[in-house]
């Protein structure tokens, strides 16, 4: 009973300090114009599966993320503005606007640019494999 009570307590600890944590964005060696925030980290159960990381992304009209690699298998929703993704391996275009969903694979090389006028708010559930949860936020 008491170790029970104990593990509650420890996971309350620690929920507490990861959204305390959250709160600060995360902007090293990010493109002007673009604030990504990670608002949480949840442990996974699955085998391969370390952790499930929520994170929202804010890019300004014309702010882009410019031919990068996607570091982590993850499912991404827009909830406001409108996007333009080239997804550099298949020459692929399309174009996101409010409310649309898609899932970059990990691995694919893409640029990713707001070509709307105002702020594009992008929230993104990232895969994190075992070993890759201190990885890159975005």
Same mark, same amino acid.
């Given at each position: 009973?008491?170790?029970?009570?104990?593990?509650?307590?420890?996971?309350?600890?620690?929920?507490?300090?990861?959204?305390?944590?959250?709160?600060?964005?995360?902007?090293?060696?990010?493109?002007?114009?673009?604030?990504?925030?990670?608002?949480? !980290?949840?442990?996974?159960?699955? $085998?391969d599966l370390e952790k499930m990381?929520?994170?929202?992304?804010?890019?300004? $009209?014309?702010?882009?993320?410019?031919?990068?690699?996607?570091?982590?298998?993850?499912?991404?929703?827009? !909830?406001?503005?409108?996007?333009?993704?080239?997804?550099?391996?298949?020459?692929?275009?399309?174009?996101?606007?409010?409310?649309?969903? =898609? @899932? $970059?694979?990990?691995? !694919?090389?893409?640029?990713?640019?707001?070509?709307? !006028?105002?702020? @594009?708010?992008? =929230?993104?559930?990232?895969?994190?494999?075992?070993?890759?949860?201190?990885?890159?936020?975005?």
């Open positions: 009973m008491l170790a029970r009570v104990v593990k509650r307590l420890s996971f309350l600890l620690v929920a507490i300090f990861v959204l305390l944590v959250a709160s600060d964005a995360y902007s090293a060696g990010l493109p002007d114009g673009i604030k990504v925030t990670v608002i949480a !980290e949840y442990p996974s159960r699955l $085998p990381r929520l994170v929202k992304v804010v890019l300004q $009209p014309g702010a882009a993320f410019e031919n990068i690699v996607v570091e982590n298998d993850e499912y991404c929703r827009l !909830e406001q503005g409108r996007l333009t993704r080239i997804n550099h391996d298949t020459g692929a275009t399309d174009v996101y606007t409010t409310g649309s969903l =898609w @899932a $970059p694979q990990k691995g !694919e090389r893409h640029t990713v640019t707001n070509t709307g !006028e105002l702020d @594009a708010i992008m =929230w993104a559930y990232q895969l994190l494999a075992k070993g890759e949860a201190n990885g890159i936020k975005m």
